[in-house]
């Protein structure tokens, strides 16, 4: 990629450390647990339209960018209805965030020649991580639909393992392509 990803590719990382954001300025309250997520996720959001709009003058696998776009857009839309809700609940918005680590396999495979090779390590990891993500969707999903036999405590201990852990992990793969972008150029 050419110069000028560094800051877009920055700021689709953003998404990524949005729980560790939260934790460590304790932020407090309903009211910016859904302002925060929505500020977040919409600069992530331009972040990553901004990359794959310059992926498609330089790969030819610009479209599997798309769905990083996408899944980034469901969580702006996510933590929009939350706002607008009245009830605060967080299971849609961590099924948004648990589409990531299979959109960032996409987001990575879509880059350039020239960053093929990292792209493809940080595509590793992502796809490692999409397995714990699934199981968690598949906890999710069906506790919504048989709530009165599942044990939300034990979902909430997943979902804090994997926003508090592997989202950062995939995000530090975000900065690292970055950082790639930085001493390539």
Known sequence: MKTGQVIPLLCTSLVFFLFVIIVAFRVSGPSLHTIVPLIVAGISFCG???????????????????FHVA?????CISAAMMLVSLVWNTDFLILSFALLPFTSVGFFIAFPKPQQKIARLFALISGVFSAYAFFLIYL???GLLHPLQTSW??????S????????????LCHVGAALFETASS
């Open 48 to 66: 990553s339209v901004l990359v794959v709009v310059r992926l498609r003058k330089e790969s030819d696998r610009w479209y599997l960018g798309i």
């Open 140 to 142: 999710i999903v069906s």
């Open 153 to 158: 405590n034990i979902i909430g201990g997943y």
């Open 71 to 75: 899944a980034i857009g469901i969580i």
């Open 160 to 171: 804090a393992i994997f926003m508090m852990v592997f989202l950062p992990l995939i995000g």
